[in-house]
């Protein structure tokens, strides 16, 4: 379909996620112990998300899926201990559109999908304990753009914790780079994400996540950013938490 609205239907804008072929852009998980896939809400549209921020105008509202990467709920059963659940997903970013919000409805969207979850309203059997949101929400809850409502209820709903992850680097960073992050309101400290600074950029952004249910203790959280500003693999930090149950 002709999904980005220019007349042609085989653009990388055309796909459920951006991509000019499928799998750009994908997802893995990788565990140390058996994994395995307990529920896929990748192929729910959009439109059938309860509350969700599309309306018929937007080009393939019947048809559009809400996840542009994919949604997956998975079991991990470390030896000779309780099986964990891992919810993870990949938001679009809430930019690269128009005054119409495309990108930043469904970017909050994506991630207001498992508060439906939790809630029960997917059809599936959410879990109650022992669970561990981990995944790029592509939204910073003070700076840059996009609508806050997904990521607020992320790190504020009780039956989640926010581990507070920070580097002493983000910060560094921030400092020598400044541009965009000197308007920011976040601690810098807890960037995850190293992006343009300056001719329009966001500056630096905390969009990565580790959340788990609130019956973990958090032994200890952080995140990996290189030492020196601009050399690394990613420009996404990697977040880590180390959890033990209560």
């Not at 996840?67 to 964990?84: E, F, G, K, Q």
């Not at 950013?225 to 996404?236: L, V, Y």
């Amino acid at each position: 379909m002709d999904l980005d609205g220019n007349g042609q239907r085989d653009g990388a804008r055309d796909a459920h996620g951006y991509g000019r072929f499928a799998g750009q852009g994908g997802m893995a998980v990788l565990s140390r112990w058996p994994i395995a896939l307990r529920s896929d809400f990748t192929a729910l549209r959009w439109a059938d998300l309860p509350e969700a921020g599309l309306t018929p105008e937007d080009p393939g509202a019947g048809t559009r899926r809400l996840s542009s990467v994919a949604h997956w709920v998975l079991t991990v059963t470390p030896n000779d201990r309780p099986p964990i659940t891992l919810m993870t997903w990949h938001a679009t970013p809430p930019v690269f559109d128009g005054p119409e919000d495309l990108n930043g409805r469904r970017n909050r969207d994506e991630t207001l999908l498992w508060r439906a979850y939790l809630d029960g309203a997917l059809g599936a059997d959410p879990p109650q304990t022992r669970f561990i949101l981990a995944g790029v929400a592509n939204s910073d809850p003070s700076d840059g753009e996009g609508l806050k409502g997904g990521i607020g209820w992320l790190l504020s709903d009780p039956r989640l914790q926010d581990p507070q992850p920070e580097s002493p680097y983000g910060a560094l960073a921030a400092d020598a780079q400044k541009g965009a992050n000197l308007s920011h309101g976040g601690d810098p400290a807890g960037d995850t994400a190293d992006w343009a600074d300056g001719e329009g950029g966001p500056g630096n952004l905390r969009v990565d996540y580790v959340i788990p249910s609130a019956d973990w203790n958090v032994a200890a959280a952080g995140i990996l950013w290189p030492e020196t500003p601009g050399e690394g693999a990613s420009r996404h930090g990697l977040v880590w938490a180390d959890l033990t149950p209560r």
